[in-house]
Each structure stands twice: as C-alpha cells, then as structure tokens.
C-alpha cells in the first residue's frame, strides 16, 4: 500500500529483549496502580476482560490545547520514558521520521492470546508519519473503511480474523512500520492471533 514503508531487523536482540522486558515490567506497575494519573488504561471489547494499554507524553484520542503559558492540561500522563526516547531520537537521526515531526506522545499495546484491535482510523488531529513498532510477531489488516465496497476494504468476522485490504503478515519482532501520507489515514487493524503480541505506536500530536 502506498505510504507504508517497513524496516526489519533494525533491533538487535539484546536490545529487543531489553525493551519487551521493560514493557512488561510497565504493564504490571499499571496493573498493581503505580503508574500516576491515566498512563496505564484498557480498551473495553465486550470481551471476558479488557484489552490493556500504556500511554505517555500527550495521549492519542483527544485534541490537546495548551495554555496561556504553553502548558498542557493538568490531567497527568507520564512523559515518555528515556528507553523510548532514545528509539525516537534514533528514527530521526535515520531520517524515518522528520526533526519537525518528533513525536510528542506514544502508545504501548497489549494483546495477549486471541485478543485484536477494531479497525482504527488515525485522529484528525495527528500529524504524519505515525510509527508503529512491532515487538511480537504479528499480523495487521490495512484497508479504505468497513463500510465501502472495494477491494481494500476491511471485511471482519467480530473474532479479529480479517479479510481483503491489505494484510502485512509476518510483521516480524523489532520491525518498524512507518505509515505516511495515504496510509496514515487508511483504516487498520491488528488481527487476532494465539500468541501474545505487543506494538509500541509513536505519534505527534497538533498544538
């Protein structure tokens, strides 16, 4: 799909078990309430339980504005650890991602056996590229709307199996996806799968 570029084997092994060790050590500070104010959070799926997620810097799902003295609002996220960070600063100096377009916030997703996403569309208040750091071996659908009729279209059966569009499968661990101009808005999703996976998604959000 045009605008989708993928880097694999850009991690090496004692790095990339190095960040799925810290991403786990997150998740159970979340689960145990020692991540302040609304970094760790979960999905509600209608499933058994909830899908789970971390978030830092500037969360993904609402439009910041900042005040008068160039602050953003008081609810508390925790800033971006330096481990991530350090991924960040990498990706530019690569040129994967533009020094204007540093993300400014980013999201850690779980999905433990059996469990996907709902097709996602990008907010209209992010800005391009988004990227999307692949952990676990995985598999994402990407595709136009659920609703439209054409071949990219992503077809679902309400288990995560997805159909049509246009489905990156293997997503090998330690690759990037960089999602850029039209793929950046299309619709896309992770499948469902019975091995755990986890995505770290970097983003910058308009202010």
Same mark, same amino acid.
């Given at each position: 799909? +045009?605008? /989708? ?10 790095? !990339?078990?190095?960040?799925? @060790?810290? %991403? ?13 104010? &609304? ?27 900042? @005040? +008068? ?7 508390? /996220? &925790?800033?971006?650890? =330096?481990?991530?960070?350090? !991924?960040? &600063? &990498? ?5 994967? /991602? ?7 916030? *980013? ?17 209209? $208040?992010?800005?391009?590229? /988004? ?12 595709? @136009? =709307? %659920? !609703?439209?009729?054409?071949?990219? =279209? ?13 489905? !990156? ?15 950046? @808005? =299309?619709? $896309?999703?992770? *499948?469902?799968?019975?091995? +755990? ?11």
């Amino acid at each position: 799909m +045009k605008g /989708i570029k993928l880097y694999e084997n850009l991690i090496t092994v004692e790095k !990339l078990s190095r960040l799925n @060790d810290f %991403v786990n050590e997150l998740r159970v500070a979340g689960q145990n309430g020692k991540l302040s104010g &609304e970094t760790f959070g979960s999905y509600n799926q209608h499933t058994r339980k909830n899908r789970e997620f971390i978030q830092f810097g500037v969360p993904m799902f609402e439009l910041i504005k900042v @005040d +008068k003295n160039n602050q953003f609002p008081t609810r508390y /996220i &925790e800033p971006i650890p =330096t481990l991530l960070q350090g !991924l960040i &600063e &990498e990706a530019i100096q690569r040129n994967w /991602i533009p020094k204007d377009r540093r993300p400014n916030g *980013c999201i850690i997703n779980f999905f433990d056996e059996g469990e996907y996403s709902h097709p996602f569309v990008k907010p209209p $208040h992010l800005d391009q590229p /988004i990227s999307i750091l692949i952990l676990s071996e995985s598999r994402m659908a990407f595709g @136009d =709307t %659920v !609703l439209g009729g054409t071949s990219r =279209t992503i077809l679902g059966d309400g288990k995560g199996n997805y159909r049509r569009g246009f489905i !990156l499968s293997p997503l090998k661990e330690g690759s990037l996806l960089i999602l850029n101009g039209i793929s950046s @808005d =299309t619709v $896309h999703a992770m *499948c469902a799968s019975p091995n +755990k996976r986890v995505i770290i998604t970097f983003f910058k959000v308009q202010t």
